[in-house]
């Protein structure tokens, strides 16, 4: 009896030391943590710890970026591919994130929306806010170059050099407008999903028995259109069937998708 009762005690002390411990570590300590484990091999541990973060509203690209390779060693594509979408999301997206995604899209064929490579990667440089702050500098930079250059200076080295300055700063403006309307703001994902089952399909009705209209490979994007009841009426773009580039709607199971970013969208702006 005496035994039971240590044994217990001694159980307990180890859970509220060990509970304690978690509580009073940092984000950042139980990031490393993660990471220590994922080069230990220990998967399982590392997405239990980084998912845990994700939880208490820890949203980082480096987080979902190891989220994606923890998924990706466990086997689990569509996950992988969805934490891999989800770094891309925040600024800046890695060179390892880009050629994750690319890698996946190779190994599977999953499909996504047409989108301007370029164009996407140098509005990721920043977040909407950021490219709103460097063009309000740029701007004022801009004012102040040119009252100071037609209204106190006429002539001389000094003009030319403020006149210069002026130009390149209306060159900055212009690219930070551009880079904040090309960002990726949350209305224009908000609806999107990132298929996570490893076998999924579209079909011409909320039923398995209708027509099977494509596959969706892990990791493909749908845009949701409606939801009834244990199903979700979605768009997709399938390169595959003539014509190319055509967007196919059907039913798919609600259960095979995952929201792109069921977060606050607070974090993207």
Request: hydrophobic fraction near 40%.
């Amino acid at each position: 009896m005496n035994f039971r009762r240590h044994f217990f005690a001694v159980l307990t002390a180890l859970l509220i030391t060990t509970f304690a411990r978690g509580a009073d570590s940092t984000p950042q300590e139980r990031f490393t943590e993660a990471r220590i484990a994922f080069d230990q091999g220990d998967f399982s541990k590392a997405r239990d710890l980084g998912e845990a973060l994700v939880d208490e509203k820890n949203y980082s690209p480096a987080l979902f970026q190891l989220l994606g390779n923890t998924r990706y060693r466990q086997g689990d594509i569509g996950h992988a591919a969805l934490y891999y979408q989800r770094a891309a999301l925040l600024p800046a997206p890695s060179a390892e994130t880009r050629q994750n995604i690319s890698h996946i899209h190779e190994r599977t064929g999953n499909f996504y929306f047409p989108s301007n490579g370029i164009r996407q990667q140098f509005a990721s440089w920043f977040s909407r806010a950021q490219w709103l702050t460097i063009a309000a500098a740029c701007g004022w930079v801009l004012t102040f170059c040119c009252i100071i250059a037609f209204f106190f200076i006429r002539a001389g080295n000094l003009r030319a050099l403020l006149l210069t300055i002026a130009v390149l700063a209306l060159v900055g403006e212009t690219s930070s407008i551009l880079g904040w309307l090309w960002h990726p703001s949350f209305e224009k994902f908000h609806d999107i999903a990132v298929i996570t089952a490893k076998e999924a399909s579209a079909y011409s009705a909320a039923s398995t028995t209708s027509k099977s209209l494509s596959p969706l490979p892990p990791g493909s994007q749908v845009r949701k259109i409606k939801d009834q009841g244990s199903w979700s009426y979605v768009e997709f773009h399938n390169e595959n069937p003539p014509p190319e580039g055509k967007n196919i709607r059907g039913w798919i199971q609600t259960k095979s998708m995952t929201t792109l970013w069921p977060y606050d969208p607070a974090c993207l702006e």
